[in-house]
């Protein structure tokens, strides 16, 4: 059974940058995309960004020019660079794996706090 585990995650002054990495136990090749989103208290999980096997990328229009999302076969891990961040950016970033004869896989979340 392969596990997400995130990293990365903190407390930054709003303009600053903070990379959050998504590492999986065995290949990262089972999943055909990962993605990252992100849950606010009170609020719904957002897509922030998607990373298919073949390295294409994808954005939610909140993050589009700040963040970048990248993966690093080697290691198998996924990386999602985040810069001139906003307090707005606030929430709990999972990280998820979806395998097409396995289904959804989940991380366990990671913290970012932004201050104003």
């Known amino acids: 059974q392969v596990q997400l585990v995130e990293s990365g995650g903190g407390l930054v002054q709003a303009g600053g940058s903070l990379r959050l990495s998504c590492a999986a136990s065995g290949s990262i090749f089972i999943f055909s995309i990962v993605r990252w989103y992100r849950q606010a208290p009170g609020k719904q999980r957002e897509l922030v960004a998607g990373?298919?096997?073949?390295?294409?990328?994808n954005y939610g229009d909140t993050v589009k020019g700040r963040f970048t999302i990248s993966r690093d076969n080697a290691k198998n891990t996924v990386y999602l660079q985040m810069n001139s961040l906003k307090p707005e950016d606030t929430a709990v970033y999972y990280c998820?794996?979806?395998?097409?004869?396995?289904?959804?896989?989940w991380g366990q979340g990671t913290q970012v706090t932004v201050s104003s």
């Open positions: 998820n794996g979806y395998s097409t004869f396995r289904g959804d896989y």
């Open positions: 990373i298919g096997s073949g390295g294409s990328a």
